[in-house]
């Protein structure tokens, strides 16, 4: 694991109009017509993750590859770096993403699926931190979330793979899908160049046990340890 600090970019957004027009002018590059890599395929599929140390400003960030189809690691990596904006609801992305970016950057090779744990298209503004990943990467992305943020869904049916639309009105912007029967859904959305479908289907082959995916179980494991180390390193 590597834990170098790394500085964020010269033209990094401080405050929340910056980051809005950001938001605003990189939401038109997600590509949304492409149906993305094939379920069931072989492919090497990324769960990236996060966890803070706000006392210390510190955010660690873990990027973890696994072969979709055994599910076995492949690949990790960590960056440590100083939390990267103030907490905004719908501004999250900016407070992570320069350490997300360069965890991904110390990776072997680069994944044909990235995970997130957060939101694509299911954002106020269809712009969360899944998207703004695969704009930035050119890599397939999707969020997978657990919780709905603000939109509303009816129930989805009580089996595994059972999903119900995640609406904004009546725009579906992500789909609540039970991975797991009896147990709670969680919320999918398309981050870039993936459709739904698909990314319903890549989170089940990903999801055999558990609720979460395990690239997400792996990255958030990851990153607690990451930044455990890296405290007990700056004590």
């Known amino acids: 694991m590597n834990h170098t600090s790394d500085e964020l970019p010269p033209d990094w957004p401080?405050?929340?109009?910056?980051?809005?027009?950001?938001?605003?002018?990189?939401?038109?590059?997600?590509?949304?017509?492409?149906?993305?890599?094939?379920?069931?395929a072989a492919l090497t599929a990324v769960g990236v993750d996060v966890a803070y140390d706000d006392e210390r400003d510190l955010v660690?960030?873990?990027?973890?590859?696994?072969?979709?189809?055994?599910?076995?690691?492949?690949?990790?990596?960590?960056?440590?770096?100083?939390?990267?904006?103030?907490?905004?609801?719908?501004?999250?992305?900016?407070r992570e993403i320069p350490t997300v970016l360069a965890a991904l950057g110390r990776l072997p090779a680069?994944?044909?699926?990235?995970?997130?744990?957060?939101?694509?298209?299911?954002?106020?503004r269809r712009f969360g931190l899944a998207a703004?990943?695969?704009?930035?990467?050119?890599?397939?992305?999707?969020?997978?979330?657990?919780?709905p943020f603000t939109f509303r869904h009816a129930p989805p049916g009580p089996a595994r793979g059972d999903a119900a639309s995640l609406l904004d009105g009546d725009e579906e912007v992500g789909r609540a899908l039970r991975t797991r029967e009896g147990v709670k859904?969680?919320?999918?959305?398309?981050?870039?160049?993936?459709?739904?479908?698909?990314?319903?289907?890549?989170?089940?082959?990903?999801?055999p046990r558990f609720r979460l995916p395990e690239t997400t179980r792996a990255a958030d494991a990851l990153c607690r340890t990451a930044l455990r180390e890296a405290v007990a390193a700056d004590e």
């Open 60 to 94: 660690a960030a873990a990027a973890v590859a696994l072969d979709a189809r055994t599910l076995r690691v492949v690949a990790e990596a960590t960056a440590v770096g100083r939390v990267a904006f103030p907490y905004v609801p719908g501004l999250l992305a900016f």
């Open 110 to 124: 680069a994944p044909d699926l990235v995970v997130c744990d957060g939101y694509g298209l299911a954002h106020p």
């Open 185 to 207: 859904p969680v919320y999918v959305s398309v981050g870039h160049r993936v459709s739904l479908d698909r990314a319903c289907a890549h989170v089940l082959d990903l999801s």
């Open 132 to 147: 703004h990943l695969g704009v930035l990467t050119g890599l397939p992305t999707i969020g997978v979330a657990k919780n």
């Open 14 to 40: 401080t405050t929340e109009e910056q980051a809005l027009a950001v938001q605003n002018a990189l939401r038109e590059r997600v590509v949304l017509h492409e149906p993305g890599p094939a379920p069931g």
